[in-house]
């Protein structure tokens, strides 16, 4: 098995100390794509790569856009979260997912469809003619996607 859990990226992290991700609803365009049981993303991917990327009718390979929540606090925890994503009247198996920036800043640092979180979906997840939906956690200190503490 090639997931093994759900990582924030270790590349994604210092890319934030260079301003390359900006989480503002509609600025950054960040991406979910799905992946297969024979794919290999952990802390250490650091891009979107098609290796293992899942197939299927209503899917489209470099995935979809997300929609972002504008970033928040609370307490002393920074955390931002996306809508679910859903892809509709489709019919793929997925393990896990990647969540990627495909418009990072490049000013400071050269970036190409930088990694920012692995989901591992714990096993195979299917649709047969109908919606494959990825929902997100609640948007707050505790459990958004994305916590910064």
């Excluded at 049981?37 to 650091?46: G, M, R, V």
Aim: aromatic fraction near 10%; glycine fraction near 6%.
């Amino acid at each position: 098995m090639a997931f093994s859990g759900n990582f924030m990226c270790t590349s994604f992290k210092k890319e934030l100390m260079f301003g390359a991700h900006d989480f503002a609803n509609g600025a950054d365009t960040f991406k979910m794509a799905l992946y297969t049981s024979s794919a290999s993303l952990n802390a250490s991917t650091t891009a979107y790569t098609t290796s293992n990327e899942t197939s299927g009718t209503g899917y489209t390979a470099a995935g979809q856009n997300l929609t972002n929540v504008d970033p928040t606090i609370s307490g002393t925890t920074a955390f931002t979260d996306f809508t679910d994503e859903t892809w509709s009247s489709s019919s793929i198996t997925a393990r896990g997912a990647l969540i990627y920036n495909s418009t990072p800043n490049t000013t400071s640092i050269s970036l190409t469809n930088p990694a920012v979180i692995v989901l591992d979906f714990g096993s195979d997840k299917t649709s047969t003619t109908g919606d494959f939906t990825v929902v997100f956690p609640t948007a707050d200190a505790s459990n958004a996607i994305i916590r910064i503490a």
